[in-house]
């Protein structure tokens, strides 16, 4: 029995990154996903950055689901281990996101995450 990917990857989120990524000017090999400390109202943001062959770094984790690539520092995997990447769809905005467990808390526009882990 295989064992679930560490990040997993909505339908949504998936369609939206295949599209994006066939209709981009250059060939990326995934998406980056980081998280900048100390943006926001919180501890910290997310960012997803699509990723070409060249920017891969050895100390990246590539994690692989529902036909979509993921990079992440591994010194941050800890913090979104368990996160399902989503798309968030409002009136103002489409989006990448995180449905995180590991999250404490989040600022009141949704953007801004509070991690309960200790840093290193």
Known sequence: MALPPPITVSDDA???LRDAFSNAD???VGLLATILENKGC???EYRFNPITADEVKDDYDRIEHNGVTLFVPRTQILFIFGSELVLHKDQFATRLDFKNPN???RCGC??????NIPKP
């Not at 949704?110 to 991690?115: A, K």
């Open 26 to 28: 250059q060939v990326y």
């Open 110 to 115: 949704g953007e801004s995450v509070v991690f």
């Open 103 to 105: 999250e404490d808390a």
């Open 42 to 44: 919180g501890e910290g």
């Open 14 to 16: 998936a369609s939206h």
